[in-house]
């Protein structure tokens, strides 16, 4: 089945750790979201990627890092210097058009300790 | 810089009965689109449905439509029949006709249908 997996479901680091969390689509989407996800908030971007090699920052790209070496791939790395890491981070996939919704993730729930 | 405004956190809806949510929503484009997704205790985003701002008609996607009117720039979900596998958090999103079409959303409606 097509579809966004992320994984781990749960992970669980050491404050001054950087961590790295995997996002994978099998839909052949060009576009690729990062989101974060704070306890009874909306969703808030982090970096999106339109093309394989290209991304740009969101609205809170401070600490952290992204990369798009494949289509299929979009890995998103927390650094130290990301003051409050602890979230729930949601990836999404689309393709181009108007009137196309974003495919997400199961989405990872990072805390940092 | 766009914004979208969700004022109720959490509504309850008893079952089988209809629930409007809000979402109101601030941009300067002629061209944009709304969204609705669903949001499980499970973490999951689930698509719901779409509106395009040049759309003459609500869109309607089986018990869910929505009640657009864009002079007042709001996009209200409307749900009908609720059920108890409704609950959960809707988070109403816009995006805009820029190419990168990422998603504005806002803080998100907690809706509760009681049995």
């Known amino acids: 089945d097509g579809g966004i997996t992320q994984s781990p479901k749960y992970l669980f680091r050491k404050e001054g750790q950087n961590v790295t969390l995997s996002c994978e689509q099998n839909l052949n989407h060009d576009a690729m979201y990062w989101y974060r996800q704070d306890p009874g908030q909306g969703l808030r971007l982090i970096y999106y990627?339109?093309?394989?090699?290209?991304?740009q920052k969101g609205d809170i790209a401070e600490g952290y890092s992204v990369s798009r070496e494949k289509k299929e791939s979009f890995p998103l790395t927390v650094t130290s210097a990301q003051k409050n890491p602890t979230a729930f981070y949601l990836c999404?996939?689309?393709?181009?058009?108007?009137?196309?919704?974003?495919?997400f993730g199961p989405g990872t729930r990072l805390t940092v300790t | 810089a766009q914004k979208i405004t969700q004022t109720q956190p959490g509504m309850f809806v008893q079952e089988k009965e209809a629930v409007t949510l809000d979402c109101t929503y601030d941009t300067s484009d002629q061209s944009y689109g709304l969204f609705w997704y669903k949001q499980p205790s499970s973490g999951e985003m689930i698509f719901l449905i779409y509106q395009g701002s040049y759309d003459e008609q609500n869109a309607t996607e089986g018990r869910y439509s929505l009640n657009f009117q864009k002079a007042r720039k709001s996009a209200n979900l409307v749900i009908s029949a609720s059920q108890l596998g409704d609950s959960a958090m809707y988070f109403c999103?816009?995006?805009?006709?820029?190419?990168?079409?990422?998603?504005?959303f806002g803080s998100g409606t907690q809706l509760t249908v009681l049995p």
């Open positions: 999404a996939s689309s393709i181009p058009g108007g009137r196309v919704e974003q495919y």
């Open positions: 999103a816009m995006r805009s006709s820029g190419s990168a079409r990422q998603l504005t």
């Open positions: 990627s339109q093309i394989v090699n290209d991304f």
